[in-house]
């Protein structure tokens, strides 16, 4: 069945480095969203990109839907300790079930 | 407040028992999602309803059952208690389903011991 793929799994990144973490699908999607979880946290909505070759842009956050709708990113500039968490993508249908990514956890050193 | 409401927020049982997670869904959603999340792991899909109605089902324990009431707020069910279920139980709801945005729930945390 379909499947959502995160990588990196974990992102370590030095305060005010840039990084990307990517979301891949065998499949094409629908549409794509990105939510974010601190630590102790829930899940919060971040954006939702529908249409091929999509970016969005979130103050130092920028989100890309890919021309074939089969993978998208999210790219942080400069990056802050405020940005420490895990970004998950999703949800996306794979058969019956409503399935996320399993998540870029992202720690920042200082 | 992301208004979807978890009750309770933590929860301490043994092993073999019965527990009834709760949650209310933010106002004007009619789907309701409930998802596990084990110690720092990903979100494992549950079960889906929408106005009442089972939509979508995950790999639910036939230990665990969930339903949606008429005022839309959700239960889920979870019996015969191990100690593997120990996780963080997320509700999770959206307007009418998976093309807008989940708001989720601060969760439920269960420990089995």
């Known amino acids: 069945g379909q499947q959502v793929m995160q990588i990196p799994q974990y992102q370590h990144v030095q305060e005010g480095e840039d990084f990307t973490t990517y979301c891949n699908s065998s499949t094409t999607l629908s549409n794509i969203q990105w939510y974010k979880q601190r630590p102790g946290g829930h899940p919060v909505f971040l954006i939702q990109l529908v249409k091929s070759g999509e970016v969005k842009k979130q103050k130092r956050l920028t989100f890309q839907f890919g021309e074939a709708k089969k993978n998208s990113s999210l790219h942080i500039t400069a990056t802050q300790t405020t940005d420490v968490g895990t970004y998950f993508c999703?949800?996306?249908?794979?058969?019956?079930?409503?399935?996320f990514g399993g998540g870029t956890r992202v720690l920042v050193k200082p | 407040d992301s208004g979807v409401t978890q009750t309770p927020k933590h929860l301490i049982t043994a092993t073999g028992q019965r527990v009834t997670l709760r949650c209310s869904p933010r106002?004007?959603?009619?789907?309701v999602y409930w998802y596990q999340q084990s110690l720092d792991q990903g979100l494992q899909f549950l079960i889906q309803?929408?106005?009442?109605?089972?939509?979508a089902k995950g790999n639910i324990l036939e230990r665990f059952s969930a339903q949606q009431f008429p005022d839309l707020h959700s239960e889920l069910n979870l019996s015969s208690l191990e100690l593997g279920d120990s996780a963080l139980y997320f509700c999770?709801?959206?307007?009418?389903?998976?093309?807008?945005?989940?708001?989720f729930g601060s969760g439920t945390r269960l420990t089995v011991v």
């Open positions: 309803y929408y106005n009442g109605e089972e939509r």
């Open positions: 106002s004007g959603d009619l789907s």
């Open positions: 999770a709801s959206s307007v009418n389903g998976r093309n807008y945005g989940y708001t």
């Open positions: 999703g949800p996306q249908a794979a058969g019956n079930k409503l399935t």
